[in-house]
């Protein structure tokens, strides 16, 4: 029985993966990772994934789909929470003032924090009010593209 379940948790995490790698995200498995990626110049959209039902339903459709607009974010990366713990962990140490959740999604600019979409902005609501608040701060934070 718990072979059964690690293998339908194992199936879970890579489509989680690969939903949003085919949506333009770059995995940060690693701290080194997550630094270099930070570290880049200009806009950054993190998107903190989870196995939960609400980064399924909601989250990465919405992280998906947010991306499709006028400005956006020069840089698309993932950390996955409970998974790539160390890089999570690393990539949560940039977020400053903001508690641990996931899903969410932060946007950084020049490797500091600029705002995030926590959980509690998620969880309970429709993929397009996300992808809407998402955007609202491409619009303040993002050039176009």
Same mark, same amino acid.
């Given at each position: 029985?718990?072979?059964?379940?690690?293998?339908?948790?194992?199936?879970?995490?890579?489509?989680?993966?690969?939903?949003?790698?085919?949506?333009?995200?770059? &995995?940060?498995?690693t701290?080194?990772?997550?630094?270099?990626?930070?570290? &880049? *110049?200009?806009?950054?959209?993190?998107? %903190?994934?989870?196995?939960?039902?609400? +980064?399924?339903g %909601?989250?990465?459709?919405?992280?998906?789909?947010?991306?499709?607009?006028?400005?956006?974010?020069?840089?698309?990366?993932?950390?996955?929470?409970?998974?790539?713990?160390?890089?999570? +962990?690393?990539?949560?140490?940039?977020?400053?003032?903001?508690?641990?959740?996931?899903?969410?999604?932060?946007?950084? *600019?020049?490797?500091?924090?600029?705002?995030?979409?926590?959980?509690?902005? %998620?969880?309970?609501?429709?993929?397009?009010?996300?992808?809407? *608040?998402?955007?609202?701060?491409?619009?303040?934070?993002? &050039?176009?593209?």
């Amino acid at each position: 029985m718990n072979m059964d379940f690690n293998l339908y948790m194992n199936d879970i995490v890579s489509q989680a993966r690969e939903d949003m790698e085919s949506a333009g995200y770059k &995995q940060l498995t690693t701290p080194e990772e997550v630094e270099a990626a930070f570290d &880049q *110049k200009g806009t950054t959209l993190v998107m %903190i994934n989870s196995v939960c039902g609400c +980064a399924g339903g %909601i989250a990465r459709p919405a992280a998906a789909h947010s991306v499709h607009y006028d400005k956006r974010p020069d840089h698309l990366v993932t950390v996955f929470a409970g998974q790539d713990k160390e890089a999570t +962990a690393k990539a949560r140490s940039y977020f400053t003032d903001y508690p641990p959740s996931s899903p969410s999604f932060a946007i950084l *600019k020049d490797g500091k924090i600029c705002t995030m979409v926590e959980r509690h902005e %998620i969880e309970g609501h429709d993929p397009m009010s996300v992808v809407n *608040k998402l955007q609202q701060y491409f619009e303040e934070y993002c &050039q176009e593209v």
